[in-house]
Every structure is written in structure tokens, then in C-alpha cells.
């Protein structure tokens, strides 16, 4: 099979192949015995920034679970890494920045670092990526590039780390909206940067993560932030591109970003049918299996699955996926049974 008759590159295209696509936000990693065996002495940036260590992590969840497509195995905080700021992995926490932008001269400090070395800091990214195209081309399965959303990563930026609430970063919005839209802008930039260099090195889709978009007011969104979401995705012209973000529900019509997305994500909140109401006939939809029904038993989570690919038929295509990632206890059996299930159904 060509790689362009692809299922999941269909189904970006609006088509509705013979099977239902389905692959795995987070598939690489945490859930899959043989990446911790793997990843033992390795700290995750540096694994990110292996590219043979990214490649093998990326192929396993291909090679065990026969899904529609590999997600480039990385963190939305390599960019960031790469540009040069003081960032790690705390494992238990996620990322942590030790010198946090909170001024307006944190973010002229920032700022000034050009994109540029980002796409040039990005040669591990490149061969990390044209390792793994070697081995899925030539069986025609596609590999998703990908990048955080300048919300989320100005959120992880602004308050030094993790956060529930984000107050620090949607304060900046409307204490300093020029600062904001600064960093902002950067940061659309440098997600730019980064997905360019996957889809130099051979990506034939790529997916813009917002992680923490949910926690803001659909006006919020619309103001401070689609603009600069639109303004990564956009740089993308020559590959389909997929948008999500979690508990974006009462804002999903805008996360099509005025029709740059050609996919949009569904968190698990929002039954399929009713978000092809809001994406509208031109939107492709992705998701949205409960990660928390991964843990119920094998009849109950078959008959959620089956809903979810009845739902989807409501969009003009549909590609199955979780409503977020894949919870690092899940028993990696149960994802292959949930493909083998939607490729048994027919589309």
C-alpha cells in the first residue's frame, strides 16, 4: 500500500476508508514493558534527544499493537530544550524550568533567542525521525510529527512547572497583554520550528497538542490564543494537520482554527456526534475513548468503543483515538484488543 492510501491519511483527507484508523495518544511509553526496560538509566530529555532511542520508542507500540500510525515520541518541552532554556523532566512532576518568564523582561530575555536555532539545534529530531520513516514507509504506515501549543507551553513556561489552574499564565493575558502576546507569538514560532524539522525528516501528518487550553474561557481562547495556535499550525502547508486539546468542549468549533485543522481532537467529554455538529462538514474527527474505561472490563469497554466509532459516523470521517493519553498503568493487551475491534467494524 502506497503510504498516501493510508487510512489515517485518508481520513485527514475527508475520505472513509475500508477500516476505521485508530492509534494512541502516548502509545510510546510509560504503558509498554519493553520501553521501561528501555528507558532504565536514561533520563527523558536525553532519551528524546537519541535518535535511536526515539526511533525504537516510537516503532514498539506499532510493532505490538498494529496501530494506523506512530506518534513521534519526544516531549512538547524539546523545543524549549533545544532553544537553549534550563528545563527537565522531574520525574513524578513533569517539566520544570528553573528560571520562570513572569516579566516583562523575563520575556524579552526570552524572546530573543532566535526560532532559527531551534530548527538548527533540531538535527537529532531530524534523524530520530528519518530512523523510524525508514521502517514504517515501507509498510504504509504513516508517522504523526507533533508540537505543544504556545498556551500549554507558555503555561509550563509561566509557572515554572505543572500547574491545575494556570493563574500566572492567564493573568499575564490581561496584565500584560503585550508581553503575553510576545512570548506567545515566540512560542507559535518556535512549535513552528520544531514541526518543520519532522516533516523535513519525513512526518506525513502532524498534531499541535493544548494540553491546559481547557482551563481557560472560551473568550480567553478566542482572544489570546487562537491566534497564535493558528499561527503554528498554519505554517504547515504540505502535510493534513490535526489539532487537540482537553476540555475544549465549549470552544471545539474554534479549535478548527478557521479551517487549518483538518482533523479535531474530542476529549472524552463530548460525544462525537454531537462535536460534528460544532466542527461542521469540512472537519475530520479524532478520539474520543474514555482513558478511564480502559480500566473496565473487557464487555463494558467493547460496547464504549462501539459507540464511539457509531458516534463518529456522524463526521465526515473518523479516526479512533483516546480522549487524552494512555495512562501509564493500562495493560498494553487491552489497546491491541481495541484496535483488532475497530478494524473489525466496518467503516
Avoid at 504503558?31 to 532519551?47: C, F, H, I, K
Avoid at 512549535?191 to 516533516?199: D, H, N, R
Amino acid at each position: 500500500m502506497a503510504l498516501t492510501d493510508a487510512p489515517l491519511l485518508r481520513a485527514l483527507r475527508g475520505d472513509r476508508p475500508e477500516t476505521t484508523p485508530v492509534w494512541f495518544m502516548r502509545q510510546a511509553g510509560r504503558s509498554l514493558p519493553e520501553y521501561r526496560e528501555l528507558r532504565v538509566g536514561t533520563q527523558m530529555l536525553d532519551a528524546c534527544l537519541n535518535p535511536e532511542m526515539a526511533a525504537e520508542i516510537t516503532l514498539q507500540p506499532v510493532r505490538r499493537h498494529g496501530v494506523d500510525a506512530g506518534i513521534f515520541f519526544s516531549d512538547i518541552v524539546v523545543p524549549l530544550r533545544l532553544a537553549g532554556l534550563d528545563v527537565e523532566i522531574v520525574p513524578g512532576r513533569g517539566p520544570v524550568f528553573s528560571d520562570p518568564v513572569r516579566t516583562t523582561a523575563d520575556v524579552d530575555r526570552v524572546t530573543a533567542i532566535a526560532p532559527e536555532e531551534v530548527a538548527a539545534a533540531a538535527e537529532p529530531i531530524r534523524e530520530a525521525v528519518r530512523l523510524t520513516v525508514a521502517e514504517l514507509a515501507p509498510q504504509g504506515v504513516p508517522l504523526i510529527g507533533f508540537a505543544g501549543a504556545p498556551f500549554t507551553l507558555a503555561a509550563y513556561l509561566i509557572e515554572g512547572g505543572p500547574s491545575k489552574e494556570h493563574l500566572r499564565a492567564r493573568a499575564m493575558m490581561h496584565a500584560d497583554p503585550d508581553a503575553w502576546n510576545r512570548l506567545a507569538g515566540w512560542l507559535a514560532d518556535v512549535s513552528a520550528a520544531f514541526l518543520g524539522a519532522q516533516i523535513e525528516a519525513g512526518a506525513s501528518a502532524v498534531q499541535l497538542f493544548d494540553s491546559w487550553a481547557g482551563s481557560l474561557a472560551p473568550a480567553d481562547y478566542r482572544r489570546f490564543v487562537r491566534p497564535h495556535s493558528a499561527s503554528a499550525l498554519g505554517s504547515v502547508t504540505s502535510v493534513p494537520r490535526i489539532h487537540f486539546g482537553v476540555g475544549t468542549g465549549p470552544f471545539l468549533g474554534d479549535m478548527r482554527l478557521d479551517g487549518i485543522a483538518d482533523a479535531v481532537g474530542v476529549d472524552w467529554r463530548l460525544p462525537l456526534d454531537e462535536a460534528a455538529g460544532v466542527a461542521g462538514p469540512g472537519t475530520t474527527l479524532q478520539g474520543n475513548i474514555d482513558p478511564a474505561m480502559l480500566q473496565a472490563p473487557w464487555p463494558v469497554l467493547e460496547q464504549h468503543v462501539r459507540d464511539v466509532v457509531e458516534r463518529g459516523r456522524a463526521a465526515r470521517a473518523h479516526i479512533v483515538n483516546l480522549g487524552h493519553g494512555v495512562p501509564p498503568e493500562t495493560d498494553p493487551t487491552v489497546l491491541t484488543r481495541i484496535v483488532e475491534l475497530v478494524h473489525s467494524i466496518r467503516a
